[in-house]
């Protein structure tokens, strides 16, 4: 199994990014992917995640509002839309597999496995 993370880069505050998420080696539609980010100093924070046999998404407190998860089934890919981005979103976006398929929150990085190389994302003020 392997994941890519891409389309991070420089934003100002209150802007936009997607991120994405390639996924391979993986029965994609039986799968969960979560969305991580890691800033300096500080632990890996689960964010969102998304469970494709159910449709189920969940949302992090510091996100929920401003992130919406979306998967695109044909292309094996998740995405992360980033709406009213702040300063203290700065960190290492990182994807990963959920161990057994379903993710319904809270995000623990224990449960996922397959981590994707880390995209950054820096939020100016």
């Known amino acids: 199994v392997q994941l890519q993370a891409s389309g991070g880069g420089l934003v100002q505050a209150g802007g936009s990014l997607t991120l994405s998420c390639a996924a391979s080696?993986?029965?994609?539609?039986?799968?969960?992917i979560g969305w991580f980010r890691q800033a300096p100093g500080k632990e890996r924070e689960g964010i969102s995640c998304i469970t494709m046999r159910v449709n189920s998404r969940y949302y992090a407190d510091s996100v929920k509002g401003r992130f919406t998860i979306s998967s695109d089934n044909a292309k094996n890919t998740v995405y992360l839309q980033m709406n009213s981005l702040k300063p203290e979103d700065t960190a290492v976006y990182y994807c990963?597999?959920?161990?057994?398929?379903?993710?319904?929150?809270?995000?623990?990085?224990?449960?996922?496995?397959?981590w994707g190389q880390g995209t950054q994302v820096t939020v100016s003020s």
């Open positions: 990963a597999v959920d161990l057994i398929g379903l993710c319904f929150g809270p995000v623990r990085a224990g449960d996922f496995g397959s």
């Open positions: 080696g993986l029965t994609f539609d039986d799968s969960a």
